[in-house]
């Protein structure tokens, strides 16, 4: 939605017919990442007795709470603080805000589709929520996996939990080679390790892939894609180019 905002992909009639998945409040549009250290909290408290050769652990442990998480948190912050001042400036500056009847929702409409502020402002909203929340929430969620691992290998458990893999089902029209459409000889590859999904290019460049549904799929390196079918074969279509699967 943000892409199609920015890039002037939306009408009015998108806006009056409320057909294209919150677009008409996309910068109301919040979920917050709620971390919790209980755990974590009780352990500290009792290290004395935890046997030293279950404490290389702990290191890991300090620093996914202590450094980790206090960037999600301030991501978080940042969201909540962006939201807040858009409702004050909106309340303060544009009489139709709250939208009472039809002529402020098409004085509403026509602010978002032709005054230059509305887009700086879904910019802004784009650089938190994805540059900064999503971006600290992955890299919360890969440290938070290397400490997992590392403490099943000292309790001898499985080093592996179904939280971290991609959904098979969906992995299996992903895995295998894609080429860009117009740009055939750029190929990317799809492949599972410890049923996690990844992407690489020729240059052995990897990346995680994670499914938000089961047409909408991110990589660690923040680029969305759509998955879809056409004509018998599959497409995934990112922002700015497009993947057709080799048969």
Known sequence: VIRLVLSDKVNYDDYKNGKVPILNNLLNYYNPVN???????????????????????IKDLDELYSYYKDFVIAA???MSDFM???????MKNH??????????????????????????????????GIGNQLRMSIMYRNKAIECYKKIA???????D???FMFDQEIAQDL???????????????????DKRLYRKNK???????????????IMSDLQYATIVRENNQIFLKYNSFILKKID
């Open 161 to 163: 939990h179904e939280s």
């Open 95 to 128: 009489s139709w805000w709250y939208i009472r009847n039809e002529t402020e929702l098409n004085q509403s409409i026509e602010f978002k589709l032709q005054d230059w502020r509305y887009k700086n402002r879904v910019s802004e909203y784009r650089n938190i």
């Open 76 to 78: 978080n912050n940042d």
């Open 153 to 159: 290998n000292l309790l001898d458990k499985p080093m």
């Open 84 to 90: 807040s001042e858009n409702q004050r400036f909106g």
């Open 175 to 193: 895995i295998g080679e894609w080429e860009m459409v117009n740009q055939p000889q750029e190929v990317l590859t799809f492949f599972l390790k």
């Open 35 to 57: 971390l919790t250290q209980n755990a974590y909290d009780n352990l500290i408290t009792d290290l004395d007795i935890i046997p030293d050769r279950f404490k290389p652990g």
């Open 203 to 217: 240059a052995n460049r990897q990346v995680e892939v994670f499914s938000l549904s089961r047409n909408k799929i």
